[in-house]
Nanobody, 111 residues
Framework: VQLVESGGGLVQPGGSLRLSCAASGFTFSTYAVSWYRQAPGKEREVIAVISVAGGTTNYADSVRGRFAVSRDNAKNTAYLQMNNLQPEDTAVYFC?????WGQGTLVTVSS
């Protein structure tokens, strides 16, 4: 059972990144998926959730309108499209589902 995040990196303010969360070892399509982030010195916070079939999504106020969560159950992968990134979005981003966490991917927003 494994989740692997990818797609993080360094981006300038106003830029975009797309994170991926690849699942293996379980029936990915039967679980909702959550994206979390943890900034330096802060607690981990949930920022986006997508339902099993992808028809329902929810976002934290801090990212609503800028981030979009999606999934492709045929590829056992969830995505987080992040637009108009700001320095306060700098954090390690994790996906979680079925009681499993990935190792996280670092997003740094800086000029």
């Amino acid at each position: 059972v494994q989740l692997v995040e990818s797609g993080g990196g360094l981006v300038q303010p106003g830029g975009s990144l797309r994170l991926s969360c690849a699942a293996s070892g379980f029936t990915f399509s039967t679980y909702a998926v959550s994206w979390y982030r943890q900034a330096p010195g802060k607690e981990r916070e949930v920022i986006a959730v997508i339902s099993v079939a992808g028809g329902t999504t929810n976002y934290a106020d801090s990212v609503r309108g800028r981030f979009a969560v999606s999934r492709d159950n045929a590829k056992n992968t969830a995505y987080l499209q992040m637009n108009n990134l700001q320095p306060e979005d700098t954090a390690v981003y994790f996906c979680g589902t079925a009681g499993v966490w990935g190792q996280g991917t670092l997003v740094t927003v800086s000029s």
